[in-house]
């Protein structure tokens, strides 16, 4: 069976795209990100591009582009867009893909709809990727609880961040879930020191196993 991932968060701005840019170059794989919030930036799939060092035609395009850096639900709101949960199909493509979802699992599409509830009917395994600072210990058990109970797939987490084991060690015990890897804050963010830190923290094998 090809390998397919989502890549989903505790919150927003922890590293999610940066470990999704290393994860899809590793993997030589396509990269889709669903629904882009905020336009006048760097995308997030332009920002894979530039990190995996991949072609862009690994690049997927978005079902939707919305102008804002806004939650969703809002930033369509404010473009006149009404997003389709039903629209949301994970591409036909040659090869693995890695899917990137919008901040945490509960961010919302519509008023009545959350990324989750998106992930739970596609059943493709999730990484969840959180921070190693204070606070990620209840934001990590919180969304490991909010996949388990909506039968998502769980392959790990990936942490992101310095070196912090006593919280590492305290979220795989009462999370009962494995631990990837951790990416460390990296000095100087290029695709080159990129794909070394990965490479260096992170065991695709294992990564392709825990997907069981």
């Not at 999610?16 to 030589?28: D, E, I």
């Not at 369509?76 to 945490?104: F, H, M």
């Not at 992930?119 to 990590?140: D, E, K, M, Q, Y």
Request: aromatic share 6%; net charge neutral; with cysteine.
């Amino acid at each position: 069976m090809t390998a397919r991932f989502v890549v989903t968060g505790t919150d927003t701005g922890i590293g999610k795209t940066v470990f999704a840019a290393a994860l899809t170059g590793a993997l030589n794989a396509r990269y889709w990100k669903p629904v882009q919030s905020g336009l006048e930036d760097e995308t997030d799939s332009e920002a894979v591009v530039r990190l995996s060092r991949l072609p862009a035609a690994h690049i997927l395009p978005e079902a939707y582009r919305l102008s804002a850096p806004l939650s969703p639900h809002l930033s369509a709101r404010l473009d006149g867009v009404e997003i389709d949960p039903a629209r949301l199909e994970p591409p036909a493509c040659t090869g693995p893909l890695v899917i990137e979802g919008a901040g945490g699992l509960l961010v919302p599409l519509t008023k009545n709809t959350v990324f989750a509830d998106v992930f739970a009917r596609w059943r493709i395994p999730v990484i969840l990727c959180a921070r190693t600072s204070l606070g990620t210990i209840n934001h990590t058990l919180l969304s490991i609880e909010a996949l388990r109970s909506r039968d998502i797939p769980l392959c790990g987490v990936a942490f992101l961040g310095a070196e912090n084991a006593d919280t590492q060690a305290t979220i795989a015990a009462i999370g009962q879930v494995k631990v990837l890897g951790r990416l460390p804050l990296l000095e100087s963010l290029t695709s080159e020191t990129l794909r070394r830190a990965f490479r260096e923290n992170f065991d695709i094998e294992f990564l392709m196993e825990a997907r069981a």
